[in-house]
């Protein structure tokens, strides 16, 4: 991760029930910008599916967005006015059993520095090298941000840590 550290990163949490992540995700969703990789980090079921859900529904989404825990990646055309976001990937790496399964999801044919932004579901199921490894073997462009987003579970809503390592802040 610390590839992508450009400047001290900034921490914000929140906790959110179903109903309030909306207020949440809406607010997120301002703030992307085409480049930006979205790495989520939490156990199975702790809501990082809906999270992207959510912010895919601020972006006035007409395709359903479902979990792609065995289609791997997802990809969602946006055509909001509002925003120079266009195209939505998401990605759950769950299921792949090595690090050069990355080279095969063709990320690099797909991920448009202009107009793309990333949701990952398991990026820490590898490592650093893993994906200076994917970046050089690739075509594929680095980010312009990385956005981490670490969720974890509580009675009847999530915690969300979301740190940015941008100039821009978040
Ligand atoms: N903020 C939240 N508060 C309470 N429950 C949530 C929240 N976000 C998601 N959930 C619930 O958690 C469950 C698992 O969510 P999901 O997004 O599939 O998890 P993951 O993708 O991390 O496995 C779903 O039933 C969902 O409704
Ligand atoms: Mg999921």
């Not at 610390?2 to 900034?10: C, E, M, N």
């Not at 820490?124 to 893993?130: G, L, N």
């Not at 941000?145 to 969720?151: A, L, P, T």
Request: proline fraction near 4%; charged fraction near 25%; aromatic fraction near 14%.
């Amino acid at each position: 991760m610390a590839k992508f550290l450009k400047v001290t990163p900034t921490i914000q949490r929140f906790q959110c029930n179903p109903q309030e992540l909306s207020v949440l995700a809406g607010d997120f969703s301002r703030c992307l910008m085409p480049g930006d990789w979205i790495f989520l980090i939490g156990d199975l079921g702790t809501g990082k599916t809906t999270f992207v859900q959510e912010v895919a529904k601020t972006f006035d989404i007409k395709d359903k967005v479902t979990s792609p825990t065995f289609s791997l990646i997802q990809e969602i055309e946006v055509s909001s006015s509002w925003t120079s976001v266009k195209k939505i990937l998401h990605l759950d790496l769950y299921r792949l059993k090595y690090p050069k399964d990355l080279y095969y999801l063709g990320l690099e044919s797909l991920f448009d520095k202009t107009k793309s932004i990333v949701f990952i579901e398991w990026p820490d199921i590898f490592s650093k090298e893993d994906w200076n490894n994917f970046f050089a073997l690739t075509q594929c462009t680095e980010p312009s941000r990385m956005i981490q987003i670490k969720i974890s579970y509580a009675e009847k809503f999530r915690d969300y840590e979301i740190v940015t390592v941008s100039k821009e802040g978040f």
